[in-house]
Structures are given as structure tokens and as C-alpha cells.
T-cell receptor, first 112, second 114 residues
Framework: KAGVTQTPRYLIKTRGQQVTLSCSPI?????VSWYQQTPGQGLQFLFE???????NKGNFPGRFSGRQFSNSRSEMNVSTLELGDSALYLC???????????FGPGTRLTVL | AQSVTQLGSHVSVSEGALVLLRCNYS??????LFWYVQYPNQGLQLLLK??????LVKGINGFEAEFKKSETSFHLTKPSAHMSDAAEYFC????????????FGAGTRLFVKA
């Protein structure tokens, strides 16, 4: 089985722009979670989607949003980018909501 | 609310020595506990997990962890370190309280000396 894939792997944007990141879960997995990883804050939970519904959300501003499609693929969007949004964004999928999460390689976003 | 504390942001051991990475958690409901490893420029890879049942959990690459409810700990050990074990290790706790949420510790970077 193919693992979790994330596109793009690297992204450079400027302040004020918006960005969309994509995550394709492992085939059959219905739960997708997103995390932000930075040297200062570590790994922080963004949101969890299950069957196209957002089930849980971390403490991030409304500029961070996401969605999940019927094929379980997920996207996250960050609007009005700030320098502090520079981070590695990790997506993880699991078969069910309480099952083991499998992580993708991440998208490294740099905001200039 | 749940939380995870990893004691020591950096741990250094000699090759062949015991590896001990400490993790304490706080949770108001029975948690699932995980250890992940992250190599540079890669995502996280699951080492092992505890859900229910046996408190000593064996994982990949010779790692194991013991769930101690009374101490709210889930320390990771490996009897003999190998150079390839050098990486960052994350302890995580997951609970379901309406939504499903995973909280990660700050991570411990393991250095292995030849």
C-alpha cells in the first residue's frame, strides 16, 4: 500500500498570500489529522477530519481551515500568511479515529 | 485536558549503552499512548503504542515502553543503542472527548556516540 502523500513538499510564499496544502491518506483510511511543527512550538494539532466532517480543532486562528473530500483526501488552507506560519505541516491518516496514525513526509512552508 | 512532558530535550548515549527516554502524561480519561521517531526532513514513524491490555509494549527496532498508570509514565527504552537510533523521539497521548485529538510532547533528540 502506498503511504500518506503530501503535496507540495516545499513551498515559498510571501506575507499576505494564501496557500493550500494537499494530503492523500493511505487507501481505506477515513481519518485525517493535520499538525504544524516548528522549532519553537513543536508539534501542534490543527484539526481532525473523519468522513468529511471536522471532528476536532486545535487552538489556531480562523485563517487556518481545512476540508476532507469523499475519497478521504484532505486539504488545508492558510489565508493571509504571516511570517510565523513558516513550518513543517504534517498530515496523518488512520483507519479509524482511534487507530494508529501514519504520517506523511510533510510540506515545508516558508513565508517571506 | 491532556498533556505530555518529555524530560530532557537532548539525550546522549554511547553506542551499545542503554537508551532511556522519559515521558509523563496527564489525562482525565484513559489515554492511548504512542512513541514516534522522526529522522531529519521526514515525517513521523510509529515505534510503538499502548491502548489497553499488557502494560509492557514492544515496538520496532528493539524499542519497548512500559505504561505505569500509578506514575502516569510511558518511558521508552532500548537495551543497546545503535548509531542509526540517532533521531528525535516524540511521546504522544490521544484521547477521545467528543473529538479525537493527539497531543505530542516537545520531543527528545537522541545522540549516539561511537
Amino acid at each position: 500500500k502506498a503511504g500518506v502523500t503530501q503535496t507540495p513538499r516545499y513551498l515559498i510564499k510571501t506575507r499576505g498570500q494564501q496557500v493550500t496544502l494537499s494530503c492523500s491518506p493511505i487507501s481505506g483510511h477515513r481519518s485525517v489529522s493535520w499538525y504544524q511543527q516548528t522549532p519553537g512550538q513543536g508539534l501542534q494539532f490543527l484539526f481532525e477530519y473523519f468522513s468529511e466532517t471536522q471532528r476536532n480543532k486545535g487552538n489556531f486562528p480562523g485563517r487556518f481551515s481545512g476540508r476532507q473530500f469523499s475519497n478521504s483526501r484532505s486539504e488545508m488552507n492558510v489565508s493571509t500568511l504571516e511570517l510565523g506560519d513558516s513550518a513543517l505541516y504534517l498530515c496523518a491518516s488512520s483507519l479509524d479515529r482511534s487507530d494508529t496514525q501514519y504520517f506523511g513526509p510533510g510540506t515545508r512552508l516558508t513565508v517571506l | 485536558a491532556q498533556s505530555v512532558t518529555q524530560l530532557g530535550s537532548h539525550v546522549s548515549v554511547s553506542e551499545g549503552a542503554l537508551v532511556l527516554l522519559r515521558c509523563n502524561y496527564s489525562s482525565s480519561v484513559p489515554p492511548y499512548l504512542f512513541w514516534y521517531v522522526q529522522y531529519p526532513n521526514q515525517g513521523l514513524q510509529l515505534l510503538l503504542k499502548y491502548t489497553t491490555g499488557a502494560t509492557l509494549v514492544k515496538g520496532i527496532n528493539g524499542f519497548e515502553a512500559e505504561f505505569k498508570k500509578s506514575e502516569t509514565s510511558f518511558h521508552l527504552t532500548k537495551p543497546s543503542a545503535h548509531m542509526s537510533d540517532a533521531a528525535e523521539y516524540f511521546c504522544a497521548v490521544s484521547v477521545e472527548t467528543g473529538g479525537f485529538k493527539t497531543i505530542f510532547g516537545a520531543g527528545t533528540r537522541l545522540f549516539v556516540k561511537a
